[in-house]
C-alpha cells in the first residue's frame, strides 16, 4: 500500500493533475462565459484570425507555424488559448535577459586558436568556420575517446571524478537516486569537503519523479553547489517548452565528457525498463574541454546571478604538460534564444556533403521538411544513408510518430533498422570515414528547436572509425525495415496525419 501511495502520489503525478485543472478550468471559464455572451463567439473567431495572422509573419519554422494554425482556425477560443500557454518557443524574457548579458564574454574567452581552420581541410574547414562564428572554436590538440554505452563509460567516470583536484561540473537533463547517482554522489560530497568546487545543475522537468522537490537544496547542505534549471512552479510556470538537455561532466578543465548518457540507473543498464538501454558519449582530454567548461560557467552565471574570473578554469591552468591528439575537435552547443538551428544546421550540412555514406543514430525521428528532404536529396544521389531507431519503445506515440516517417525515406532509397534488443538513446552521425558528431540532440523538432543542446564534432581523430563499427554491429541485431511498413489501415493513416501535423508540439 506505501508502494502504491508513493506511485500515486508523488511530484509527476501531481503536477499533471494540477496542470490538468488549470487547463479545464480557464477553458471552462472562458467557455461558460461565451454562452452567456453570445457576442463573444464572434470576438474569439476574430481573435483567432488576428493571431494566425500573427503566427504566418513570424520568423518560426513553417511546419511549427502549421500545428498551431490549424487548431486555432478549428477551434478558435480553446486553440488561442492554448496558444497563449504553450506557444513561446524562446524561453522566458528573464532567462534571455540574463543570457544577453553573458554574450560579451562570448567573443572575450571563445577565441579561435590561430592556424587551426587553415590546417583543416576546405570541404571541413567551412562547417568548422561557421561554428566559430557561432560563438565556439575548434580545437586540435585534443583526445577524444568513444564509449558505446553507459556502463563502458561509468568507470571512466568514476575514475575521472576520484582524480580530481581544483573543480567539478556537472550539467545534465536527468539525474535520478540509485546505484549510479549514489556512487557518484558520495564522491562529490567527499571532494566538496576536501575543498574541491563541486557545482552542479540539473533540469527540474527533467527531474519530476526522480527526484524530491528541492533536492538542490540538499546537495547545498552537503557543500555541494547546486541549481535546478527552470524551476518548475505548475500553478505559475505552465510555459515549460524550453529544457537543459545537455549531459556536461567537466574535471579540472583539461577532461570532459557529453553524450546521450544522463545520471540514473536505467542508462548503465542497471535496470532495464524497454530492454537493452543503447547509449553513447564521449570523452575529451585536452584544449577542446574549454568549450564544455564555458557552457557549463555561462549557464551557470545566467541561474545564479553570478560573474566570475572564466580564465580560472581553462585546460591549461591545472594541466602543465602540452595535450596531444591527432584531428580537431569542436563541441557546440544549442539554444532557443535566438533563431539560429545550429544543430539542424551542422547535420543538414554533413548529409548533404556526404559522398559514400552517412548513418544516423537517434531515439526519435521526427524530421521537419528541411531534414527529411537533405536525407532524400542524400540517398537518391547515390550516398548509403542509414538510420538507426529504437525497436522498443520509450513513449509510444513518438514511436508512432517516427514509424511514419518511415514510407516517404524508404521509397527514397534510405534504410532503415530498428534495434530489437531495446530502446536506442544514442545521438550520433557518421560520415565517410572521417566526420562524426556525437552528443545530446535528437532528430525530433523538439530538440533541434526548443531545448538547450551541446554535440562534439570531430574531423579526422579516428573517431569516425569506431563509430561506423559501432553502428554497423548495432545493425547485425537489428531488423531492416521494408518498404510498405508499416502496413496501416485508414484509420492509422488518419491518425499519423494528426500526429504529424502536432510533430513540432510533441
Not at 240 to 249: A, E, P, S, T
Not at 265 to 285: C, Q, R
Not at 315 to 337: A, C, I, M, T, W
Not at 364 to 383: F, S
Request: with cysteine; hydrophobic share 45%.
Amino acid at each position: 500500500m506505501k508502494k502504491l501511495l508513493s506511485k500515486v502520489i508523488n511530484r509527476k503525478v501531481l503536477t499533471m493533475l494540477i496542470i490538468a485543472v488549470q487547463m479545464a478550468w480557464g477553458v471552462g471559464l472562458v467557455y461558460s462565459t461565451a454562452l452567456i455572451f453570445p457576442v463573444l463567439n464572434t470576438f474569439f473567431y476574430v481573435i483567432g484570425l488576428c493571431v494566425v495572422i500573427y503566427i504566418i509573419n513570424r520568423e518560426n519554422n513553417p511546419a511549427y507555424k502549421i500545428a498551431w494554425i490549424v487548431p486555432i482556425m478549428v477551434f478558435p477560443l480553446f486553440g488561442v488559448l492554448i496558444y497563449l500557454l504553450y506557444a513561446n518557443k524562446r524561453p522566458s524574457k528573464y532567462l534571455r535577459k540574463r543570457f544577453k548579458k553573458t554574450e560579451e564574454l562570448v567573443t572575450e574567452n571563445l577565441k579561435q586558436e590561430e592556424g587551426v581552420l587553415d590546417a583543416m581541410p576546405s570541404r571541413d574547414a567551412t562547417r568548422a568556420r561557421y561554428l566559430c562564428d557561432m560563438g565556439y572554436p575548434v580545437c586540435g590538440s585534443t583526445e577524444a575517446k568513444y564509449f558505446a554505452s553507459g556502463e563502458e563509460m561509468f568507470p571512466y567516470i568514476i575514475a575521472e571524478l576520484e582524480k580530481a583536484e581544483h573543480f567539478i561540473f556537472l550539467e545534465y537533463f536527468i539525474i535520478e537516486e540509485g546505484e549510479v547517482w549514489n556512487s557518484i554522489l558520495e564522491i562529490l560530497a567527499r571532494k566538496a569537503a576536501a575543498g574541491v568546487d563541486v557545482r552542479v545543475i540539473y533540469d527540474d522537468m527533467g527531474c519530476v519523479g526522480k527526484l524530491p522537490t528541492g533536492y538542490n537544496f540538499k546537495l547545498e547542505s552537503m557543500g555541494i553547489k547546486c541549481t535546478a534549471f527552470n524551476p518548475f512552479v505548475p500553478f505559475i510556470s505552465v510555459v515549460m517548452n524550453n529544457r537543459d538537455h545537455r549531459k556536461i561532466l567537466v574535471v579540472d578543465g583539461h577532461t570532459s565528457f557529453t553524450g546521450g548518457i544522463n545520471l540514473a540507473d536505467e542508462y548503465m543498464n542497471i535496470k532495464s525498463p524497454f530492454g537493452y538501454w543503447k547509449d553513447t558519449a564521449v570523452m575529451l582530454h585536452g584544449k577542446a574541454t574549454w568549450n564544455l567548461t564555458y557552457m557549463f560557467l555561462q549557464m551557470w552565471n545566467v541561474l545564479r546571478g553570478t560573474k566570475e574570473d572564466f580564465d580560472i578554469y581553462r585546460p591549461e591552468r591545472y594541466h602543465v604538460e602540452s595535450f596531444s591528439g591527432k584531428g580537431f575537435v569542436q563541441p557546440f552547443s544549442d539554444n532557443p534564444l535566438d533563431d539560429e538551428a545550429i544543430s539542424q544546421n551542422v547535420y543538414v550540412d554533413i548529409i548533404s556533403q556526404a559522398e559514400k555514406y552517412v548513418y544516423i543514430c537517434t531515439p526519435y525521428l521526427v524530421p521537419d521538411d528541411e531534414m527529411k528532404n537533405a536525407l532524400i536529396r542524400a540517398a537518391k544521389r547515390g550516398v548509403d544513408v542509414r538510420l538507426i531507431t529504437p525497436g522498443i519503445p520509450d513513449k509510444k506515440m513518438i514511436y508512432r510518430l517516427t514509424r511514419s516517417y518511415y514510407p516517404t525515406l524508404l521509397e527514397a532509397g534510405v534504410k532503415i533498422y530498428e534495434y530489437i534488443p531495446g530502446f536506442v538513446h544514442a545521438k550520433s552521425i557518421v560520415c565517410d570515414d572521417r566526420i562524426t558528431v556525437v552528443g545530446t540532440i535528437n532528430m525530433d523538432f523538439r530538440s533541434l528547436y526548443l531545448h538547450f543542446e551541446c554535440g562534439v564534432l570531430m574531423t579526422g581523430t579516428g573517431i569516425a572509425h569506431t563509430v561506423r563499427d559501432d553502428n554497423l554491429a548495432m545493425m547485425k541485431e537489428c531488423r531492416a525495415v521494408e518498404k510498405g511498413f508499416p502496413k496501416r489501415t485508414l484509420a492509422g493513416r488518419i491518425i499519423d496525419s494528426i500526429l504529424r501535423t502536432f510533430a513540432p508540439m510533441l
